[in-house]
Nanobody, 114 residues
Framework: QVQLVESGGGLVQPGGSLRLSCAAS????????MGWYRQAPGEERELVAA??????NYADSVRGRFTISRDIPKNTVYLQMNSLKPEDTAVYSC?????????WGQGTLVTVSS
């Protein structure tokens, strides 16, 4: 059973930056795909960014501002978020797929407000 723990959320002013981390309980080397999703109040969950062994992809709303990366020795996936906007406010969750199942973290709240 894979466990994912997110951290790094919090309150930030518009234009600010945050880095989210997602630490896995085991090696992430075998994961086919890892991603960050977010869900704002009253909204459906949406994909923010994903990374595979060969590429990355981003939602149009965050492309150029957010960067997803992974550190395999540390079993951690990151989401660097720059130029944050109030509409980025949401609970951000990490997901990993090993080709069989999706695993989810508990989420971390990001609030962008002045």
């Amino acid at each position: 059973q894979v466990q994912l723990v997110e951290s790094g959320g919090g309150l930030v002013q518009p234009g600010g930056s945050l880095r989210l981390s997602c630490a896995a309980s085991g090696s992430i080397f075998s994961f086919n795909r890892m991603g960050w999703y977010r869900q704002a109040p009253g909204e459906e969950r949406e994909l923010v960014a994903a990374i595979t062994r060969s590429d990355t992809n981003y939602a149009d709303s965050v492309r150029g501002r957010f960067t997803i990366s992974r550190d395999i020795p540390k079993n951690t996936v990151y989401l660097q978020m720059n130029s944050l906007k109030p509409e980025d406010t949401a609970v951000y969750s990490c997901m990993c797929n090993n080709g069989i199942s999706n695993y989810w973290g508990q989420g971390t709240l990001v609030t962008v407000s002045s």
